[in-house]
């Protein structure tokens, strides 16, 4: 059991997050049939692609500014649930802007949960902004220039979500650029869904704190080490690798070994609903199924911590809660 320990989530997409009940009530108040992407209470998906799809038709039931706040609430009071400290939940402002409501209004929602949530357990959360892949160069430079210019403390990080075989990281640069002259903290979706070459292609454009997934680096031994080298943080998100057969099974995946080739890794759930899974879940597959001691857990909580995005106080603070 892993109830007992504290735990921290640095890798979760916030309408990823989204309860299919609460998905349900939120089709009927819009009139909107889900019933394609939503049947007995589970999300509809079958592939990476058809998953990307259902999640963008998801995210369109979620309007307003007190939709995105009822959504972040829901989310961090699940954490605050199950003994979780600090949350950094990756967001979309141009979703908000693609459905009327404004990056703004989507912002200011997605903060009024935050401060919800925080004011009844203590929660700590950041945002992650997110450019999407698959609406190109320019549109994820948009999202830069927003998170860039936003002055909200609660936006400390900028990420590249959305379809991986899209392009190379190349093309994101100037984003990534513009993010980091803004000091906002890099992490970038890689080594998911394209192999070793895509974690490569990520160190060398963006030089990220962190990577999302960068799991398939394992095909890679020169690159495990060069990660190890270079301390950056795997935000690891089993559940989803399985979910996505990324990897076939539990067996197969390599969070342990990059643990113990002394990459820095963490554990976080990604879509939980989507994939079928919780961070609850994910501490127990850490304890149960990769046999991680509660130290070895610990010491990935720690991880997280160190490698948040938050001002050292609060860092400090998150470290004295352990
Ligand atoms: N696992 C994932 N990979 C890339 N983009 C995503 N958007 C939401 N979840 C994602
Ligand atoms: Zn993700």
Not at 170 to 189: E, K, S
Not at 222 to 230: E, G, I, P
């Amino acid at each position: 059991m892993t109830s007992h320990l504290k735990k921290v989530e640095l890798h979760c997409h916030l309408e990823g997050a989204a309860p299919p009940v609460l998905t349900e009530a939120q089709a009927r108040k819009y009139g909107v049939d889900i019933s394609g992407e939503l049947r007995d209470g589970a999300y509809v998906w079958h592939d990476f692609a058809s998953f990307l799809e259902c999640y963008d038709k998801v995210s369109e039931v979620y309007r307003t500014e007190e939709d995105y706040a009822l959504l972040t609430e829901t989310y961090l009071d699940e954490l605050a649930g199950i003994d979780t400290i600090y949350s950094e939940l990756i967001v979309s402002p141009d979703h908000g802007k693609r459905i009327g409501l404004g990056a703004d209004a989507y912002i200011s929602g997605v903060c009024e949960g935050i401060r919800r949530a925080k004011a009844k357990s203590g929660i700590e959360a950041r945002l992650i902004v997110t450019g999407e892949r698959h609406f190109g160069p320019e549109s994820v430079i948009g999202a830069a220039e927003y998170a860039a210019r936003a002055g909200n403390p609660l936006i400390t990080g900028f990420n590249l979500a959305g379809e991986e075989r899209m392009g190379r990281v190349a093309d994101y640069i100037r984003a990534f650029d513009i993010a980091r002259d803004a000091g906002l903290g890099l992490t970038i979706h890689a080594g998911e869904v394209c192999g070793a070459f895509s974690v490569a292609d990520a160190l060398d454009a963006v030089r990220p704190a962190r990577i999302g997934h960068g799991v398939r680096a394992i095909e890679d031994l020169d690159l495990v080490k060069r990660l190890a080298d270079l301390g950056t943080v795997l935000e690891v998100c089993p559940g989803s690798n399985i979910a996505l057969r990324v990897f076939p099974d539990f067996t197969s995946h390599p969070l342990r070994r990059l643990k113990e080739a002394g990459v820095r890794v963490t554990i976080s759930s990604d879509d939980p609903p989507f994939f079928h899974t919780s961070l609850e879940r994910e501490y127990e597959l850490a304890a149960v199924v990769f046999g991680f001691t509660d130290a070895e857990i610990n010491a990935m909580t720690r991880t997280a911590i160190e490698a948040a995005f938050v001002d050292e106080e609060t860092r400090q603070a998150l470290l004295a809660r352990l």
